[in-house]
């Protein structure tokens, strides 16, 4: 299990509501937005590499986040429905990265 999750910038307000719950799971929590390793605009591809490189798992909103983790060198991903955000309206997904 990763150490580390990794929450995207679409589904911060979740994180921020359900932050307790995931330091329970996690040693550390990132937000894109407000980690300087992962800037408010930077694209699927881009944390998906941090992820990668950095032993993380990714929480997001967007069910084809994945199709950009192609282009960084990601081969294989293993994506659950892990909630869904009611103040948001919209999934949440846990996106484990394999290689």
Request: with cysteine; hydrophobic share 40%; net charge negative.
């Given at each position: 299990?990763?150490?580390?999750v990794?929450i995207?910038?679409d589904?911060?307000?979740w994180?921020?509501?359900?932050?307790?719950?995931?330091?329970?799971?996690?040693?550390?929590?990132?937000q894109?937005?407000?980690?300087?390793?992962?800037p408010?605009?930077?694209?699927?591809?881009?944390?998906a590499?941090?992820c990668?490189?950095n032993?993380?798992?990714?929480?997001?909103?967007?069910?084809?986040?994945f199709?950009?983790?192609y282009?960084?060198?990601i081969?294989?991903?293993?994506?659950a429905?892990?909630?869904?955000?009611i103040?948001?309206d919209?999934?949440?997904?846990?996106v484990?990265?394999?290689?």
């Amino acid at each position: 299990m990763a150490r580390r999750v990794v929450i995207d910038h679409d589904i911060l307000g979740w994180g921020d509501e359900n932050a307790k719950q995931l330091l329970m799971k996690y040693d550390d929590m990132l937000q894109v937005g407000k980690h300087p390793d992962l800037p408010q605009r930077a694209f699927d591809d881009k944390v998906a590499a941090y992820c990668n490189t950095n032993g993380c798992d990714l929480m997001t909103g967007d069910a084809k986040s994945f199709t950009h983790f192609y282009e960084a060198g990601i081969k294989s991903v293993n994506i659950a429905r892990y909630g869904w955000w009611i103040k948001g309206d919209r999934p949440i997904y846990l996106v484990k990265i394999i290689d």
